[in-house]
Structures are given as structure tokens and as C-alpha cells.
């Protein structure tokens, strides 16, 4: 945009950008949070269930998550946004698409 302005001085020339961003969590995040072994129950079933459907690797997704090494916080955000889309219950922040 600066060399844009500087090209054409009188070109009304935005001064800024307006991003917006989904509240959303890939439905696959549970997978990567932690060994499998140590998802709490209630979400281990379902990353089973998505790592069998998507063919994902339990060794690989093991090794990702110890690398990403997510806190205990970010861990359960991310299990709770799971409950919560599984029960079709309205995430906060969100809100229904027009």
C-alpha cells in the first residue's frame, strides 16, 4: 500500500486492513493435543473414531503432540470446544451463520 501511495499520491489509498476470523477448532485438534493414551476418556473414543476414519498414524499424532506440547489450559480449551460441538451447543464467540 506505501508504494502504492508513493506511485500515486492522490490515490485514495486504504490505510489499513480488516481481517475477521471463524471462532473454530479443526475437528481433528482432540488427535493432537496429547498421547492417546492420555486424552480423557469421554474424548479419547472420538479421536479413535477420527484417527481410524482419516487414517491418521497413532505414533505420528503421538509425536506431533509432543512436539506442539500445548499447556493443561489450551489442552482442556480445546477438549470443551469438542464437548460442546458434539453436543450441538453454541460455542462462544460464535454465532450462527445468516
Known sequence: ???RKADVPSAVVP???VVMA???TPTDAICYTA?????????RGDCVLIRERTKLD???LTAISEVIK?????RE???E???KRRRGERIQGQRHAA
Open 70 to 74: 500445548l499447556t493443561d489450559e489450551e
Open 15 to 17: 490505510s489499513g486492513l
Open 1 to 3: 500500500m506505501c508504494q
Open 58 to 60: 497413532r505414533n505420528a
Open 35 to 43: 498421547p492417546e493414551d492420555d486424552l480423557p476418556s469421554d474424548i
Open 81 to 83: 470446544f469438542h464437548r
Open 22 to 24: 471463524e471462532t473454530t
Open 77 to 79: 480449551e480445546i477438549y
